[in-house]
T-cell receptor, first 114, second 111 residues
């Protein structure tokens, strides 16, 4: 069964550094998403991406964050000048279309900021 | 008021019994409803989607939706120890794409 793949599985970074989290969505899916889950808290939406542009973003997704689809398969989340509170699990998801279509999640990247 | 609310649990059920999980949502324009299962340290895994009032069954799982009451539920029949996990209710509003998650209900199935 097709799946969303994320790399790396665990990223440890010094505060203030930049990180790039990578995702390969399911190949025929058109909508891509990033969510995060701080330990012990609920899953929170960050951003959705369609047709090479952001379609929706949350208040969390400020100027520190950016997304990109650099080629036909990868979808990346860049976090600039990381802070301690950015430590969380980051999940990439994709869906065939938007709205009603179920979103399928990757295994996540655990980001630890020291 | 939280957008999507779930009882955090834990909901403890004996093996073979029915687990009943509830979820309420605040925004009436919500149109799509999903149940995900999340094992500790893992990612959310889609179990069910439901869009219309009524029941939808898939194997041992039944989702129930009541839009008038802004309520969606999940029944797990013949609960197995492997069903022990946190179950997340998620909602998508009309004309939107983002999933809004509840905090999840932790289920413990005891042999």
């Amino acid at each position: 069964e097709p799946e969303v793949t994320q790399t790396p599985s665990h990223q440890v970074t010094q505060m203030g550094q930049e990180v790039i989290l990578r995702c390969v969505p399911i190949s025929n899916h058109l909508y891509f998403y990033w969510y995060r889950q701080i330990l012990g808290q609920k899953v929170e939406f960050l951003v959705s991406f369609y047709n090479n542009e952001i379609s929706e973003k949350s208040e969390i997704f400020d100027d520190q964050f950016s997304v990109e689809r650099p080629d036909g398969s990868n979808f990346t989340l860049k976090i600039r000048s990381t802070k301690l509170e950015d430590s969380a699990m980051y999940f990439c998801a994709s869906s065939e279309t938007g709205g009603r279509q179920p979103q399928h999640f990757g295994d996540g990247t655990r980001l630890s900021i020291l | 008021q939280k957008e999507v609310e779930q009882n955090s649990g834990p909901l403890s059920v004996p093996e073979g019994a029915i687990a009943s999980l509830n979820c309420t949502y605040s925004d009436r324009v919500s149109q799509s409803f999903f149940w995900y299962r999340q094992y500790s340290g893992k990612s959310p895994e889609l179990i069910m989607s439901i869009y219309s009032n009524g029941d939808k069954e898939d194997g041992r799982f039944t989702a129930q939706l009541n839009k008038a009451s802004q309520y969606v539920s999940l029944l797990i029949r013949d609960s197995q120890p492997s069903d022990s996990a946190t179950y997340l209710c998620a909602v998508v509003k009309a004309a939107g794409n983002k999933l809004t998650f509840g905090g999840g209900t932790r289920v413990l199935v005891k042999p």
